[in-house]
């Protein structure tokens, strides 16, 4: 039982390690993610002060206001969907991170689960062994 008991240990300590490998590896991912994102706000920042630049060299030459202001717009649109393009991936990474972690998880437990009711059955069947080597060593003594 003891010999059991250190197996549980040992595949315990295993999954942790596992886990810990996935939570480190999608935290690199992450990080990587947002580090995306960040590059892509400033550029976003860079590109709108290029197009501020570019907005007032039109407005020195004197283009029409419905021009410029249709070219502020596409230009908002681009940066916008570009943004929100890269968050989406963000998302769609912090939910592939949860779904690994809440998989991790229920798998742990399922092997807990399975050591823990093997290890129940073997001391209930270690108490009714030892049950029936009283009642034998009890009975030997009469006879």
Same mark, same amino acid.
């Given at each position: 039982?003891?010999?059991?008991?250190?197996?549980?240990?040992?595949?315990?300590?295993?999954? %942790?390690?596992?886990?810990?490998?996935?939570?480190? &590896?999608? #935290?690199?991912? @992450?990080? $990587?993610?947002?580090?995306?994102? +960040?590059?892509?706000?400033?550029?976003?920042?860079?590109?709108?002060?290029?197009?501020?630049?570019?907005?007032?060299?039109?407005?020195?030459?004197?283009?029409?206001?419905?021009?410029? %202001?249709?070219?502020?717009?596409?230009?908002?649109? &681009?940066? #916008?969907?570009? @943004?929100? $393009?890269?968050?989406?991936?963000? +998302?769609?990474?912090?939910?592939?991170?949860?779904?690994?972690?809440?998989?991790?998880?229920?798998?742990?437990?399922?092997?807990?689960?399975?050591?823990?009711?093997?290890?129940?059955?073997?001391?209930?069947?270690?108490?009714?062994?030892?049950?029936?080597?009283?009642? @034998?060593?009890?009975?030997?003594?009469?006879?």
């Amino acid at each position: 039982m003891q010999h059991q008991l250190q197996q549980l240990r040992d595949s315990y300590s295993q999954a %942790e390690e596992a886990k810990s490998a996935l939570i480190k &590896e999608h #935290e690199g991912e @992450l990080r $990587e993610s947002r580090n995306a994102i +960040n590059q892509l706000r400033e550029q976003y920042r860079t590109s709108q002060e290029s197009h501020t630049r570019t907005l007032r060299q039109i407005q020195r030459s004197h283009v029409p206001k419905d021009e410029m %202001e249709n070219y502020r717009q596409q230009v908002d649109r &681009e940066a #916008e969907m570009a @943004l929100k $393009e890269k968050i989406q991936d963000v +998302n769609h990474a912090l939910v592939q991170d949860a779904a690994m972690r809440e998989a991790t998880s229920a798998h742990e437990r399922l092997l807990f689960e399975k050591n823990l009711q093997r290890l129940q059955q073997q001391v209930v069947d270690l108490k009714r062994t030892k049950q029936q080597q009283l009642l @034998l060593n009890n009975n030997s003594g009469r006879w």
